[in-house]
């Protein structure tokens, strides 16, 4: 499944600072937008997720800020699943300025899936249809 469209954002004014440039607890907030829209776009949406039982937590955050993201800014976020396990997955997020191939910022989380009780699950093997959509698309 390789035909994973990117996430495009316009940057509002509340998310900036006085130098109308965006706040850094922000790319929390637009790296997981990207990474539901990621979800969403192979079938596994986290209400859907979640509706199942499986909890999907942010266990690492790495952020590289290479330039500034302003108010205004048209962004996008082209994130990657790195590494699949069947108790944890990485991606990589990639973010440009709209319409160029201009490297504004990159990033990296990682996730565990637990259940409801926050205890490690096994996707592989508790709903294997699940963990082989995501690993179609692990670049």
Known sequence: MSNIESYIRVINYYETDQMHVVHHSNYARYLEEARLNLMDQVG????????????IPVLELHDYYIKSITY??????VPRIVKLTPVRFTLEYEIFRSGT???????????????????????????????????????
Do not use: C, W
């Not at 596994?44 to 909890?55: A, H, Q, T, V």
């Not at 205004?72 to 976020?77: L, N, Y």
């Not at 093997?125 to 670049?139: G, N, S, T, W």
């Open 101 to 139: 191939d201009e490297l504004i910022h990159r990033a990296e989380t990682s996730h565990a899936f637990v259940d409801s009780d926050f205890k490690p699950m096994n996707m592989k093997k508790k709903f294997p249809d699940l963990y082989e959509k995501m690993q179609a698309i692990v670049r």
């Open 44 to 55: 596994l949406s986290y209400d859907k997720m979640e509706r199942l039982g499986i909890i």
């Open 72 to 77: 205004g800014d048209v962004i996008e976020i």
